[in-house]
């Protein structure tokens, strides 16, 4: 079936290094995109969120960026600090659904001061 | 601030016994959904509700039920708890529409023994 999944499960960086956390997505239809953060303890808090009818969209530190030829997602975080040290799950939202979310496994960001 | 409240952090349950996750939001939103999350797997839906009594299944609805007798609460029904039910459930809720952001509850950790 249809897919989310993430190239890396774990990313480690040094604080004040951008990190960029990659999803790879198999569900052509898919016209939504969504990142969100999970924080020990907690529930995933959403990020930030793309159309497919966008290539790059940016928010306060993050960017995420769309690639639709090679189905490929990827979070870009600035200037990365120890409170972004968490859990990040990509979702796609199938075109057709106006609820339906598949997650992806999820990538554990540690960031190291 | 908005909230989605789920009635229990941590529950140990008896193989065979009936299971009620209860979740509350006070968002006034349409659309309410049960997830589970086990490592290595990230989220999967198990079942959506778009309106009070209204439910759809998810990808993994054996073994579960729901009930939506109010628009603010949605229960996930554990009909005979087994141990690969052992996992951490999550509610979400969101208005209604594509692009609409999706508000966690903390989780409920459930360990079936």
């Known amino acids: 079936g249809e897919s989310v999944g993430l190239h890396l499960p774990t990313l480690s960086v040094q604080e004040g290094d951008n990190s960029i956390i990659n999803c790879a997505y198999s569900n052509s239809a898919s016209d939504y995109f969504i990142w969100y953060k999970q924080e020990s303890g907690k529930g995933p808090q959403f990020i930030i969120d793309?159309?497919?009818?966008?290539d790059k969209r940016q928010g306060q530190r993050v960017t995420v960026l769309l690639n639709k030829t090679v189905k490929h997602l990827s979070l870009q975080i600035a200037a990365t600090q120890p409170g972004d040290s968490a859990v990040y799950f990509c979702?796609?939202?199938?075109?057709?659904?106006?609820?339906?979310?598949?997650f992806g496994k999820g990538t554990l960001l540690t960031v190291n001061p | 601030d908005v909230k989605v409240t789920q009635s229990s952090r941590y529950l140990v349950k008896r193989t065979g016994e009936k299971v009620f996750l209860e979740c509350v939001q006070d968002?006034?939103?349409?659309?309410m959904f049960w997830y589970r999350q086990d490592p290595g797997l990230g989220l999967r839906l198990i079942y959506f509700?778009?309106?009070?009594?209204?439910?759809e299944k998810g990808d993994i609805p054996e073994g579960y039920s729901v009930s939506r007798e109010k628009k603010e609460r949605f229960s996930l029904i554990l009909e005979s708890a087994s141990t690969n039910q052992t996992s951490m459930y999550l509610c979400a809720s969101k208005a209604p529409g594509k692009g609409t952001e999706a508000f966690f509850g903390q989780g409920t950790r459930l360990t079936v023994v």
């Open positions: 509700s778009y309106d009070v009594k209204m439910k």
């Open positions: 979702a796609e939202n199938p075109g057709g659904s106006n609820y339906k979310l598949t």
């Open positions: 968002m006034d939103h349409e659309n």
């Open positions: 793309i159309r497919s009818n966008m």
